[in-house]
């Protein structure tokens, strides 16, 4: 592959990741899901960590996480680090900061990294595999921090179970 073919394929992923951080945010479900390959793995890595597996089964943990008009999301990224494997493959950093209100008075404050892997089908870049590494965590709210981290679990626990998303 020759440079510019390259440096295509590398904007038409950052294209792809632009478009997960605003459908993740405006809550469009469907056109987020058409982002993942079908078999798409998702961990959270550190304390409190998670795994997903499959695509359908992640969209539906987020929505029941997230999905919320009462939670307002901001996912940012930057910094793409992404290196072409192959003709159809390829491996990506990216930093991240996002903001999340959890509850009312309760917001988060993420600060960390993507490194994800995509794949290429059909003539479209799609996300294959992506471990958040968490840096720094911060809870904003008027309350002490023991309460606010027990609040930011608790609430987390309680959108998932009251979440009227089903598979």
Not at 2 to 31: M, N, S, T
Request: some cysteine.
């Amino acid at each position: 592959m020759d440079d510019v073919a390259a440096l295509l394929e590398i904007e038409a992923i950052k294209q792809l990741k632009a478009e997960y951080c605003r459908y993740l945010d405006a809550k469009d479900w469907g056109a987020w899901r058409r982002l993942f390959d079908d078999d798409f793995t998702s961990a959270i890595a550190g304390a409190g960590g998670r795994q997903t597996v499959g695509a359908d089964a992640f969209v539906l943990y987020v929505r029941r996480t997230l999905g919320k008009p009462s939670q307002p999301t901001v996912h940012q990224v930057y910094a793409p680090e992404i290196t072409l494997t192959s003709e159809t493959t390829a491996t990506g950093v990216w930093a991240l900061a996002d903001v999340v209100r959890l509850l009312p008075a309760v917001v988060l404050h993420g600060y960390g990294h993507y490194h994800e892997t995509y794949v290429k089908t059909d003539g479209r870049w799609r996300i294959k595999t992506s471990t958040v590494t968490r840096l720094r965590e911060d809870i904003t709210t008027p309350l002490p921090q023991r309460i606010s981290t027990w609040l930011r679990v608790a609430a987390a626990k309680l959108a998932r179970r009251t979440s009227t998303v089903t598979d």
